[in-house]
T-cell receptor, first 114, second 113 residues
């Protein structure tokens, strides 16, 4: 039973560029959440997708956008990259958009901005 | 009010000892509290979670203690092993309305052999 898979594992970009990160949820899960984890910090919630719609959003600018596909996979897009966007981006999946559903995380995409 | 405060920042324990990590919250809307373990280069892995209708939950060597009136909860790792050396995060979430997890800042645990 495959867990949450994310691609790519590492990515290097320069300021001003755009990036797309991808996530396949755990089998049977229908909800995907994205988090940003800066070095030495806890994950910070970016947004959550359920039924192909953004349901919740954290304190991130509109440069961060996403999408969920009919097969429940998801993409995170970041435009106009800044140095401060360098972080580990984590995808978590769960069954239905509910607070008491355990979220299962992938191993993340390490994004470095030069 | 959205913060979850976690302590200590780092912890060193002898093999076989008890590791204790504490978290505190202010938002009374939080009513689901998971703990995650993260190894370097890996994503967080769910260890154990608790709802506030119970004061303690145990799974193997891991126990969550919950004090609703104090708005505090803690993770106890019994018989700590070198393989438990990792970073531990507490989190909190409401179960209605907004469903995002709010994470603590993490505790780096080192268990000495």
């Amino acid at each position: 039973d495959a867990g949450v898979t994310q691609s790519p594992t590492h990515l290097i970009k320069t300021r001003g560029q755009q990036v797309t990160l991808r996530c396949s949820p755990k089998s049977g899960h229908d909800t995907v959440s994205w988090y940003q984890q800066a070095l030495g910090q806890g994950p910070q919630f970016i947004f959550q997708y359920y039924e192909e719609e953004e349901r919740q959003r954290g304190n991130f600018p509109d440069r961060f956008s996403g999408h969920q596909f009919p097969n429940y996979s998801s993409e995170l897009n970041v435009n106009a990259l800044l140095l401060g966007d360098s972080a580990l981006y984590l995808c978590a999946s769960s069954l239905k958009a509910a607070g008491d559903q355990p979220q299962h995380f992938g191993d993340g995409t390490r994004l470095s901005i030069l | 009010q959205q913060q979850v405060k976690q302590s200590p920042q780092s912890l060193i324990v002898q093999k076989g000892g008890i590791s204790i990590i504490n978290c505190a919250y202010e938002n009374t809307a939080f009513d689901y509290f998971p703990w995650y373990q993260q190894f370097p280069g890996k994503g967080p892995a769910l260890l154990i979670a608790i709802r506030p209708d119970v004061s303690e939950k145990k799974e193997g060597r891991f126990t969550i203690s919950f004090n609703k009136s104090a708005k505090q909860f803690s993770l106890h790792i019994m018989d700590s092993q070198p393989g438990d050396s990792a970073t531990y995060f507490c989190a909190a979430s409401p179960t209605s309305g907004t469903y995002k997890y709010i994470f603590g800042t993490g505790t780096r645990l080192k268990v000495l052999a």
